[in-house]
């Protein structure tokens, strides 16, 4: 499906990031988020074939500009957000929609205290499941490399010289990929959102594995 009105409303947007035009552009918003409504419904749907998830979230494309020093009203772009079903499922996808900076997120952006500390634990009482998905060649060559921030030692309690620091240290464990404007148009774009997310899933399933149990495979749940 073609979303090339809300691209081109985006473009418009970001030269004129006020009130004033939004206001007078609001018809013009309107066809852009219904479009984006369709494109996210579609991609929804085609992941749905090959896994659980909880429903879709769209967020708003009005900023909350109380606590930031941009005070710019819009975001320059439409996101949305899909999360697996928990709590046997564990991880999510996020797709941006933005001329120029399109791209999907896939991973664990902000991990709760406790589910940080039992990804490291079990990284640190074995890394070499985790590596053998990350360094799968297939994986790899949609997914490329794990990113997030992480910090500069070791955790509070990690040995610093762990072989696994490299993982251990870090605080988010996410991937992306980007799309052109031209791709995030095309008439298969949910269908290639879908299958990128399909091949995210043995990394899922062993988070999903290692997050519903203890250091000793007891079930959570």
Not at 113 to 128: A, F, G, N, V
Not at 138 to 154: A, C, D, M, Q
């Amino acid at each position: 499906m073609s979303i090339k009105l809300t691209l081109d409303f985006l473009k418009k947007l970001e030269k004129n990031n006020n009130r004033e035009w939004f206001a007078d552009n609001k018809k013009e918003y309107e066809i852009a988020l219904k479009e984006i409504k369709l494109l996210f419904e579609k991609v929804y749907a085609e992941m749905q074939t090959h896994d659980q998830f909880d429903k879709m979230k769209i967020f708003r494309i009005y900023r909350d500009i109380r606590f930031s020093k941009n005070k710019l009203p819009y975001k320059n772009n439409f996101g949305g957000g899909f999360h697996r079903t928990k709590p046997q499922l564990r991880g999510g996808c996020y797709l941006q929609i933005q001329p120029g900076n399109n791209f999907m997120a896939a991973g664990f952006w902000n991990p709760e205290k406790d589910d940080l500390l039992r990804i490291r634990k079990e990284i640190e009482m074995d890394d070499s499941e985790m590596r053998a998905i990350l360094d799968d060649k297939k994986f790899k060559s949609v997914w490329g490399n794990l990113e997030g921030e992480e910090l500069k030692t070791s955790p509070k309690g990690f040995d610093k010289e762990h072989p696994a620091i490299d993982l251990i240290r870090k605080k988010q464990y996410i991937f992306s990929i980007s799309f052109t404007d031209k791709e995030v148009q095309s008439l298969d774009f949910a269908k290639m959102v879908s299958d990128n997310f399909k091949e995210i899933r043995p990394y899922f399933d062993y988070m999903s594995d290692v997050l519903t149990t203890d250091l000793n495979g007891v079930s959570l749940l």
